[in-house]
């Protein structure tokens, strides 16, 4: 019923920019929450950004000042700048996100995660 859609990984020199999308398409009603994690190999998958159900912005210690979320609503799509990029940030990034959607006559609410897009930072 739901999907998420993620772009804009690839290979950046320390110090670096890039910018990740994550759009999220099907019989959308609501998007509660919305963010980004990410997993480096042999380590458990942490929380990077993400907007609450409050609207408010939640970012991990180790990227504050250097990273920024953001969302065009219209589009159903959450971004994620990050900036002064250091090998440290290296992972395949995944988009999650809690959706209310339709189907059928009725509202449902599940949790979603995008196919992953990897972040390789290194000179």
């Known amino acids: 019923q739901v999907q998420l859609v993620e772009s804009g990984g690839g290979l950046v020199q320390p110090g670096g920019s890039l910018r990740l999308s994550c759009a999220a398409s099907?019989?959308?009603?609501?998007?509660?929450?919305m963010g980004w994690y990410r997993q480096a190999p042999g380590k458990q998958r942490e929380l990077v950004a993400a907007f609450t159900n409050g609207g408010n912005t939640d970012y991990a210690n180790s990227v504050k000042g250097r990273f920024t979320i953001s969302r065009d609503n219209a589009k159903n799509t959450v971004y994620l700048q990050m900036n002064s990029l250091k090998p440290q940030d290296t992972a395949v990034y995944y988009c999650?996100?809690?959706?209310?959607?339709?189907?059928?006559?009725?509202?449902?609410?599940?949790?979603?995660w995008g196919q992953g897009t990897q972040v390789t930072v290194s000179s």
């Open positions: 099907g019989s959308i009603f609501r998007i509660n929450v």
């Open positions: 999650n996100a809690d959706i209310t959607y339709y189907s059928g006559g009725y509202y449902y609410t599940d949790d979603y």
